[in-house]
């Protein structure tokens, strides 16, 4: 099969890798800025523009977040290794842009951050939410998730061309120091403004528990109401964040 050639998403992707939520993305590193539409803007946050840099990663020079740079360098470096062909067909559409997730308005797009970066093959663009990926990115994959980044095919409205840096693996780059400031991580939560398969799983469990909402992997206003909803009638303080109490609460 060719690496443009379209194929299924796969059943097994993304084993042991959380998308990265906001919370903890605004926590770690800070708004990127003060406000956003659908267009890319640049950082204005002082501390995360001391952190963008443009190197050279292997197949292309990128802008983005310092220590995601040195993990796609050594991304590309095993990739050139166990497959060649893949490694020269490599392009990219860029990575950092201060922007909301496309058809949302408060999810912030984690290219705000240069935490995600959108791949091409031989030049193409997988097209977004049909459903079908292109060979090359089934093949990549694998690299990304063993390096803790997650793959969009696995988001509600498939996005294979975007993979991004993992909840836990931004939580290794602050443990290990390289955001450069003290600040003490959150509790791992959902709350609006996220996307992704944990968000998925939590509207299937509320409606199985009575909620009537599109399950999309979402979490917008519709999800915030319904959780503060379950929150209220379980004696939980009712705001709309699904922390660890009201997680095992819904026995998620």
């Not at 990575?95 to 791949?119: E, F, K, P, Y």
């Not at 031989?122 to 977004?128: A, E, F, I, P």
């Amino acid at each position: 099969m060719s690496l443009n050639d379209l194929t299924n998403v796969p059943a097994d992707i993304n084993t042991g890798v959380r998308n990265a939520k906001q919370q903890t993305m605004l926590t770690l590193l800070g708004n990127p800025r003060s406000s956003y539409d659908s267009d890319c803007q640049p950082v204005t946050h002082t501390t995360l523009k001391k952190l963008i840099v443009l190197e050279d990663v292997g197949p292309f020079r990128i802008t983005g977040l310092k220590p995601a740079i040195d993990d796609l360098r050594a991304i590309f470096i095993r990739v050139k290794m166990n497959n060649p062909q893949l490694h020269a067909a490599l392009g990219t559409a860029g990575m950092l842009c201060c922007r909301l997730v496309r058809g949302s308005q408060t999810s912030i797009s984690n290219h705000s951050w240069g935490t995600a970066i959108d791949i091409k093959i031989n030049d193409q663009l997988d097209r977004r939410g049909d459903g079908k990926v292109l060979q090359g990115l089934v093949d990549l994959a694998p690299f990304f998730n063993k390096q803790g980044w997650f793959w969009g095919a696995d988001f509600g409205t498939e996005d294979s061309m975007h993979f991004e840096v993992g909840d836990d693996r931004i939580r290794e780059f602050h443990k290990a120091g390289l955001f450069g400031h003290a600040v003490v991580a959150p509790e791992f939560a959902l709350s609006i403004g996220d996307r992704g398969p944990e968000v998925r799983h939590l509207q299937e469990r509320l409606n199985f528990l009575g909620a009537e909402m599109k399950v999309d992997g979402i979490f917008g206003s519709a999800t915030h109401a319904d959780v503060g909803a379950f929150q209220a009638e379980k004696g939980l303080i009712p705001d709309g964040i699904v922390g660890p109490k009201t997680a095992e609460a819904l026995g998620l």
